[in-house]
């Protein structure tokens, strides 16, 4: 199994425990990157398609999008002076182009897995503060990336959940730490704690 595939195959568990922890949170799940084509799911249209998000979901008579990521931590930006989490901006934009064709707002969920822990945030309340890499910028192979301040999500802890714990994707060695980031794990700050499950 090479890189991809791996990192494909964790996502996917990713996916599913968060499902389920959706479910346990009181939502009706419609997972909708479970196609057939095996590809991004996608709206399509005669003359155009724009990404979707992974699941559909319904509570208390709202609907809304959740894209669902898997990380193994997240990362310090000294020069921003926050810990943040990226995605590719063509997917970013595709989110939420896909908010303003349905009309149906979305969020985005991260699972953290060093932290066993779950940030959901909606795209419009997460933007602000982001941090979009410029043309020149040194960029990873998934293309240039938006970050954001994790301060902007609602946290959350799967340790509560222990159904779920045996869903976790396994923990990964981190490829790089920079000195900046050896002090330990990112901490919870005082505005967050009381929203930890």
């Known amino acids: ?22 479910k346990a949170q009181g939502y009706l799940v419609l997972p909708t990157s479970l196609i057939a084509n095996g590809g991004a799911p996608a ?6 398609s724009v990404i979707a998000a992974n699941n559909l ?3 208390d008579g709202k609907v809304e999008w959740v894209e669902v990521k898997t990380y ?11 810990w943040e989490h990226g995605v590719p901006v063509r997917l970013w934009n595709e989110y939420r182009k896909g908010e303003l064709l349905t009309g149906i707002p979305g969020c985005l969920v991260i699972l953290q897995v060093d932290a066993g822990r779950i940030l959901k945030g909606r795209l419009a309340d997460i933007e602000v503060g982001a941090y979009t890499q410029a043309e020149h910028e040194k960029t990873p192979r998934s293309g240039r990336q938006i970050f954001f301040d994790v301060r902007r999500f609602d946290w959350f802890s799967i340790d509560s959940l222990s159904p779920l714990n045996d869903m976790m994707p396994d923990d990964l060695a981190p490829q790089t730490v920079r000195p ?15 929203m930890l499950l």
């Open 72 to 82: 193994q931590r997240a990362t310090k930006n000294q020069r921003r002076g926050r």
């Open 180 to 194: 900046w980031e050896h002090e330990g794990k990112q901490s919870t700050p005082a505005s967050k704690q009381g």
């Open 43 to 48: 709206l399509e249209g005669h003359l155009m």
């Open 1 to 22: 199994m090479n890189d991809f595939q791996f990192l494909f195959a964790r996502g996917l568990k990713g996916e599913a425990l968060i499902r389920e922890w959706l």
């Open 57 to 59: 979901v319904a509570k």
